[in-house]
């Protein structure tokens, strides 16, 4: 069993739609969460990161922990095209140095 | 802004070549990682290095090796090319945060490698 689990997709939703996005892990020890956006042919850049159960928002983006489940989501409000792209959970032990464990991602696609 | 950057875009080597992926980072980061991304299999960690002249291995680090002999600069080195390491390479870097949970790697494009 991998340390994370993520549904690669693709998924394709038109513009406007509410888009949730999913992660599951394993090791309890886990403690810091992250989704990073890549677009095409280019490296993954950090949106967002927790370390807490809950939800946290920035803007149209809200990502949400679930540590009792081990379940990490995030939602993405009103979609637009230039959201398509791949979004990849990444996962840090405490006192684990800087590694970061990443799920496969998944590839999103925003419709006109 | 960080800048991350890697030596080529893309690259093909033959089985065999020794093969140098180079990593520049412009903002004075501790923390250099090289990972490779497959389809189905995600980003893995193959090495990374917390200081120059300083490495540690990752989760598949067989059949590379690196080098940081400059705080900006982290090389992977492919020994021998084989063709099951046609692959994305990526380069990242990352500070020490001030907080624990204050980390952001910062990526660079990427090099697509195909070997022969």
């Known amino acids: 069993q991998k340390e994370v689990e993520q549904d690669p997709g693709p998924l394709s939703v038109p513009e406007g739609a509410i888009v949730s996005l999913n992660c599951t892990y394993s090791?309890?020890?886990?403690?810091?969460f992250m989704w990073y956006r890549q677009y095409s042919r280019k490296g993954p850049e950090l949106l967002m990161y927790?370390?807490?159960?809950g939800n946290k928002e920035d803007g149209r983006f809200t990502a949400q922990v679930d540590k009792s489940s081990k379940y990490i989501s995030l939602f993405i409000r009103d979609s637009q095209p230039s959201d398509s792209a791949t979004y990849l959970c990444?996962?840090?032990?405490?006192?684990?140095?800087?590694?970061?464990?990443f799920g496969t991602g998944t590839q999103l696609k925003v419709e006109l | 802004d960080v800048k991350v950057t890697q030596s080529s875009r893309y690259l093909v080597k033959r089985t065999g070549e020794k093969v140098f992926l180079e990593c520049v980072q412009d903002?004075?980061?501790?923390?250099m990682f090289w990972y490779r991304q497959d389809p189905g299999l995600g980003l893995r960690l193959i090495y990374f290095?917390?200081?120059?002249?300083?490495?540690e291995k990752g989760d598949i680090p067989e059949g590379y090796s690196v080098s940081r002999e400059k705080k900006e600069r982290f090389s992977l080195i492919l020994e021998s090319a084989s063709t099951n390491q046609t692959s994305m390479y990526l380069c990242?870097?990352?500070?020490?945060?001030?907080?624990?949970?204050?980390?952001?790697?910062?990526f660079g494009p990427g090099t697509r490698l195909l070997v022969l």
């Open positions: 927790t370390y807490s159960s």
């Open positions: 290095s917390y200081d120059v002249k300083m490495k």
């Open positions: 990444a996962i840090k032990v405490t006192g684990g140095g800087n590694k970061l464990t």
């Open positions: 090791n309890s020890a886990f403690q810091y």
């Open positions: 990242a870097s990352s500070f020490f945060p001030h907080t624990l949970y204050q980390e952001t790697q910062y």
């Open positions: 903002m004075d980061h501790e923390n």
